[in-house]
């Protein structure tokens, strides 16, 4: 449920009838926008008597929200969420680059690519350590050695770091790291949002490979439930019967999320397509249709890679990308 207040209430008033629905055990989620401040209600609000509260002389209207996510819900927060990690920012009109490695692979590579993308225009350098391999055969990822090396790669370019997290018993090695990725096949492990709810850093949670977009945002509320609202939601490609890409880009995904809640969408070109000469047109396409900023696999060698070289742009390539995104970002 929506409590919309009058323009120009004052705060005592407001205070006490925040007062009143806290004592009927709600949670009061407070969203002041320029006009006017929303004030969402959180639990079980059968209790509340809707008339009586419209009735109130500090109130303008009281709506039910019908869909199940409710801190993630644009009803509760009309503008835009802006997230911010150091001084990039990401959503409201800001729109962020986060590009790097698929894996850490060594302090070579990882401080290479940094450079290269830093040079290119990349706010934020993305590497994975703990690696979610279908295959139990394939590289794992160097894990806590992978971390070390990413905050290597952050001292050498001031760049912060994006760095996938598996389990919630590892949490204490995440401690310094900047956004922690919660991936696709993760996306519903319920006790790790849960744990991630509990932070206070920004948490980038990617849609899994068969999940719908309202599955997505219930993700989302278990971590926003929990307390942390700093999500950025991210769109990387579903399951369809495509036959020659690795995924379908949901791109529609991107403005109907944006309807539905005031989270930044990004979108992940790399893991939508697999194949890197598809990144570039589909980079395009994600910044056109509104997306708040991208994720792309970079790799100083793609054919030696030890995951995803295919889909991986050459740091040469993506100049050519960050420039034609920029560009397209200017026209907007
Ligand atoms: C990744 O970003 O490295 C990754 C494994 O992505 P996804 O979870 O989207 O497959
Ligand atoms: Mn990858």
């Known amino acids: 449920m929506i409590v919309v207040l009058k323009p120009g209430v004052q705060q005592e008033s407001r205070d006490q009838l925040i007062t009143w629905l806290k004592n009927l055990g709600l949670n009061i989620h407070i969203s002041e926008g320029c006009y006017q401040t929303v004030l969402g209600l959180v639990g079980d609000t059968g209790k509340v008597d809707m008339d009586l509260v419209e009735s109130l002389d500090i109130v303008d209207s009281v709506k039910r929200i019908s ?35 698929c894996s850490v692979e060594s302090e070579e590579q990882v401080v290479a690519v940094a450079k290269a993308v830093k040079a290119a225009g990349a706010d934020l350098l993305r590497g994975g350590a703990f690696k979610p391999r279908t295959s139990p055969y394939d590289f794992p990822g160097l894990r806590a050695e992978g971390l070390e090396l990413l905050r290597i790669a952050r001292a050498e370019t001031g760049l912060p770091i994006v760095t ?114 598809l990144v570039r047109p589909m980079a395009k396409a994600a910044t056109a249709c509104g997306a708040d900023g991208l994720i792309i696999e970079v790799h100083n060698d793609p054919i030696h890679a030890l995951c995803d070289g295919a889909q991986s742009l050459t740091p040469e390539e993506y100049v050519t990308v960050a420039q034609e995104v920029r560009r397209i970002r200017e026209i907007l």
């Open 67 to 101: 869909e199940p996510f409710k801190c993630c819900n644009r009803k509760f927060h009309p503008e835009d969420m802006v997230v911010e990690v150091g001084s990039v920012k990401i959503g409201g009109g800001n729109f962020c680059m986060i590009a790097g490695p």
């Open 164 to 277: 996938e997290i598996m389990s919630a018993s590892d949490l204490d090695l995440f401690e310094d790291i900047d956004v922690l990725q919660v991936g696709a096949r993760n996306m519903q492990n319920y006790d790790l949002l849960r744990e991630l709810g509990k932070l206070n850093k920004p948490i980038l949670l990617k849609r899994g490979l068969a999940n719908t977009l309202k599955e997505l945002l219930m993700s989302a509320e278990y971590i926003m439930a929990n307390g942390n609202e700093q999500i950025i939601l991210c769109e990387r490609g579903i399951r369809t019967y495509t036959d020659y890409t690795r995924n379908t880009l949901d791109l529609a995904a991107v403005p109907m999320l944006h309807e539905l809640s005031h989270l930044p969408v990004i979108v992940d070109p790399s893991h939508a397509t697999g194949i890197s000469r």
